[in-house]
């Protein structure tokens, strides 16, 4: 089973430690140009910060990883970050952490633990999502069978994406490639054959926080 954890939705979180402020802004990219563009429009907007420190990860295996400390000491900024984003197993986001300096020296444990405090902060207002490798499976049945179809796909907590009532019922539904197998048989055995299957989709998706799915076909 193919699953990756993806930045849905960029946040803003923030951290203050010891008068210091630290703004985490997290954004989805998929390109190295992106996270740049990304990083020079932090930059702007927080202009005269102490430091705008970065970090972004890219790629289906995470091959493009970047991070910089932005004069801040060696290792205790854009690393930390970095290091929080591949502990999370996240792809194709970019994170830009802005200082201003509250007059206290946090020294470079200290700095390790704010950066990457922050990112964890700015990811907790974020949406991260898990794509998953499943399959858009359409099937048509018999009113007599509906009923049983609708308790097996509910006691599975399969979602249903469509569904169309004329002289049978056809349902469309998002089945994780793991169990699709298994539903097709439990189906088939708890409607005595009748359910008829018309179509298969291999897709990626993901459940969005509001419930909604979000699907991308193969």
């Known amino acids: 089973m193919k699953t990756q954890k ?8 923030e951290l203050i430690e ?3 402020r630290f703004i985490a802004t997290t954004r989805p990219v998929e390109t190295e140009e992106e ?12 202009w005269d910060a102490t430091h705008n420190c970065s ?9 493009i990883q970047r991070c910089s400390d932005d004069g801040e000491p060696q290792g205790t900024a854009g690393r930390p970050m970095l290091d929080v984003l591949l502990g999370e197993d ?3 986001m970019a994170v830009v952490v802005t200082r201003y300096f509250g007059g206290t020296l946090l020294g470079t444990g200290g700095l390790v633990r ?14 991260v999502i898990e794509k998953r490798s499943g399959f858009l499976l359409k099937m048509a049945a018999d009113y007599n069978g509906i009923g049983k179809i609708q308790y097996i796909l509910g006691k599975k907590g399969i979602p249903t994406i469509a569904s169309e009532y004329g002289s049978d019922v056809v349902l469309e539904v998002l089945v994780p490639e793991e169990e699709e197998e298994g539903l097709k048989e439990e189906i088939t055995e708890g409607t005595s ?14 459940i969005l926080s509001d419930g909604t799915p979000l699907i991308e076909e193969l």
């Open 6 to 13: 993806i930045l849905y939705k960029g946040g803003e979180g």
């Open 55 to 63: 970090a972004f990860v890219i790629g289906d295996r995470q091959q």
């Open 114 to 127: 704010a950066y990457s405090k922050s990112v964890q902060i700015g990811l907790e207002a974020s949406e």
């Open 193 to 206: 054959g009748r359910t008829v299957y018309q179509e298969e989709k291999a897709v990626l998706y993901a």
């Open 18 to 20: 010891k008068k210091s």
């Open 90 to 92: 996240i792809h194709n």
């Open 35 to 46: 996270a740049l563009a990304f990083l020079a429009e932090m930059k702007k907007k927080y």
